[in-house]
């Protein structure tokens, strides 16, 4: 069965990258079936999707955070992972790893708390 | 970018009875639209994609309907596991995949 487990840190200050991996288990993230994506959620609030990722290096990213942003995969460890600068606490959220079959996000991971703080 | 508005916000519904969510596009999306549960404390779980088709190991009691800006999800018969946030998601016009702002169903 498919997991997926974002890794981090949970604390990061103003103005600094978060940075986060997403490890794949139970199945290749070389399959040439699926992207691999980013999603958060503010707490108490909606979902929003940040960036997609094919095992072959093709990127897509959501253009209102496109500037900050970078995805990247790692085949080797079967994992792939997020970077994003110039943080502040709006960027405060829960982040989500997810498998994309198609266009639908059919596998998610537990999600990771990412708080924005001096 | 596609913007998706879900209604009610709020939805309470006495076990047993039927539940009918909806989403409106700002533009068509075709049947490009996916139904996402999530409850409280956990990751979203994928119901229904394609407007339509239930996701692996979805209960029949799901069904989705709809096409171009107009999209309802249904719960024939409402368990009490059911209460979490649904929300939907267009993949028609992307980047970016866009998601609804979500309806929160109560059990009354």
């Known amino acids: 069965q498919l997991q997926l487990q974002e890794s981090g840190p949970g604390l990061v200050k103003p103005s600094e990258t978060l940075s986060l991996s997403c490890s794949v288990s139970?199945?290749?993230?070389?399959?040439?079936?699926?992207?691999w994506g980013w999603i958060r959620q503010p707490p108490g609030k909606g979902l929003q999707w940040i960036a997609s990722i094919y095992y072959r290096g093709s990127t897509y990213y959501n253009p209102s955070l496109k500037s900050r942003v970078t995805i990247s995969v790692d085949t080797s460890k079967n994992q792939f992972s997020l970077k994003m600068n110039s943080v502040t606490a709006a960027d405060t959220a829960l982040y989500y790893c997810a498998r994309q079959t198609l266009y639908q996000l059919d596998v998610w991971g537990l999600g990771t708390l990412v708080t924005v703080s001096s | 970018e596609v913007v998706l508005t879900q209604s009610p916000a709020t939805l309470s519904v006495s076990p047993g009875e039927r539940a009918t969510l909806s989403c409106r596009a700002s533009?068509?999306?075709?049947?490009?639209l996916a139904w996402y549960q999530q409850k409280p404390g956990q990751a979203p779980r994928l119901l229904i994609y394609g407007a339509s088709t239930r996701a692996t190991g979805i209960p029949a009691r799901f069904s989705g309907s709809g096409s171009g800006t107009e999209f309802t999800l249904t719960i024939s018969s409402l368990q009490s596991e059911d209460v979490a946030v649904y929300y939907c998601?267009?993949?028609?016009?992307?980047?970016?995949?866009?998601f609804g702002q979500g309806t929160k169903l109560e059990i009354k």
């Open positions: 998601q267009q993949y028609d016009n992307w980047p970016p995949y866009t």
């Open positions: 139970g199945g290749s993230i070389s399959n040439t079936n699926h992207y």
């Open positions: 533009q068509s999306v075709n049947s490009n």
